[in-house]
């Protein structure tokens, strides 16, 4: 979520890690992009006046709201104000200019429908940008930005369901190689509390870039999609650790930015502090084949960056639209088709159009042919698409729900 950030803001752009031995074909870090409707589409059909509420906002509040055909539509009180527009997506690129109204109120509808799932957004008041008071703030572009959900006709496998819960818990562990104590969730699955002799397996998943540790709780519902697969009976039950990805020195807005990102300091956490702590405090099952690594974005591009080099301790590999795995990936891995059970990669299938899956001016590289290359030279090679989705967390979502069930089984 090569090394290079400087093509952030186009939203797909490569990362290059300074000081990393090798340098793989690395997708997008930048987390979330809007996906709204292109001009070169089919003029939409009209706008159906049945609007309501995000599932976002906060209590009591009308705005923003949605409708059935995914639409959007924003309205803000700012009666001494000379310019209101809504920026979507990180850095705001894609948006909305809302119009005054007699009573001091801007409103304004997206041009066309976005797409299902979760959206980051801002206000720009005057030049100035603010948050939307409407609706919930969710970190991401290395701010808390508004989020807007559309209904997806697959929300179903991340609803908040009546079966059992697990829990999301946040832990605070001792960071020498920082100079800090550094802060994690881990998700317990339900009935952990009350099955002391069990131990389970572990699943490092990594946000992307200007998100934090939150995001996959918060945003991915990670935790819901985790307790209703294990309620269906459809994945072992099995712990997630989420943690920040960026160490305290090289963070974005830092000295030097993500162009001066390196993966050594935050490897150093993850293998030499995380783990262990999350070893020593949870009933894990500590072994390479019970341990997996994945993230999306920019979370994938560090899980290439760590987990083939590192094959004693992570047994199964997930890129979720965070580049691919080619057979120079792992020829390049000593043991990797002895030790690594599933290489999953995934993708929405908006970001695979016109073959844009590589950093620009990079070369690009097929996941898809790359994903069935591996498959017929044996490897537990897993490619999926999300349908009509972009760089945005209901691929992500789409994309946890794939693996989770693959992971760990014996």
């Known amino acids: 979520m090569r090394i290079a950030l400087a093509a952030l803001a186009m939203g797909m752009a490569g990362v290059a890690a300074a000081g990393a031995a090798q340098t793989p074909s690395a997708q997008t870090p930048s987390a979330q992009t809007p996906s709204a409707q292109t001009p070169s589409a089919p003029a939409p ?30 309205r ?20 909305t200019v809302l119009t005054k109204a007699p009573d001091g109120s801007w409103m304004g509808t997206s041009e066309g429908p976005l797409d299902e799932g979760f959206h980051y957004y ?24 508004s989020g807007i959900e559309i209904p997806a006709h697959d929300a179903d496998f991340y609803a908040l369901k009546n079966v ?75 712990l997630i650790v989420m943690t920040y990805g960026m160490t305290n020195d090289l963070r974005p807005g830092g000295p030097g930015g ?14 030499n502090e995380l783990i262990p702590y999350v070893d020593g405090h949870f009933r894990t099952l500590s072994d390479q084949r019970h341990r997996a690594m994945a993230g999306l974005s920019m979370g994938g591009f560090e899980t290439k960056l760590i987990a083939p080099k590192h094959l004693d301790t992570f047994g199964a590999i997930g890129l979720l639209s965070g580049g691919t795995m080619s057979m120079e990936d792992v020829k390049a891995a000593p043991g990797y088709r002895d030790k690594v059970r599933l290489t999953f990669v995934s993708f929405g299938s908006r970001e695979l159009e016109g073959g844009r899956t590589g950093p620009p001016g990079g070369p690009r ?34 994309s946890l729900h794939a693996m989770a069930p693959l992971l760990f089984r014996d």
């Open 45 to 74: 059909a009209p706008v159906k006046e049945d609007f309501r509420p995000s599932s976002l906002n906060q209590p009591g509040q009308l705005y923003p709201q949605v409708n059935s055909q995914g639409y959007a539509r924003f």
């Open 76 to 95: 803000v009180l700012a009666p001494d104000a000379r310019a209101v527009k809504v920026s979507l997506g990180l850095g705001g690129r894609g948006g």
């Open 122 to 145: 801002h206000l720009t008041v005057d030049g100035g940008t603010f948050n939307d008071p409407g609706t919930r703030n969710f970190y991401g572009s290395t701010r808390w930005e």
């Open 164 to 238: 059992p819960h697990g829990r999301v818990e946040q832990i605070l562990f001792a960071s020498p190689s920082t100079g800090t104590q550094r802060r994690a969730f881990v998700y317990t699955p339900p009935g952990y509390d009350r099955s002391a002799g069990e131990r389970y397996p572990v699943l490092y998943l990594q946000h992307g870039w200007g998100e934090d540790e939150t995001a996959w709780s918060n945003q991915g519902h990670a935790n819901l999609i985790m307790d209703n697969l294990i309620a269906a009976g459809k994945t072992r039950p099995f």
């Open 258 to 271: 993500l162009a001066a990102f390196d993966i050594r300091p935050f490897q150093t956490v993850l293998l």
């Open 365 to 398: 590289s097929d996941p898809r042919a790359n994903a069935e290359a591996l498959k017929k030279a044996g490897f537990n090679s897993v490619f999926f698409i999300s349908p009509d989705t972009g760089h945005e967390f209901q691929t992500w979502r789409r």
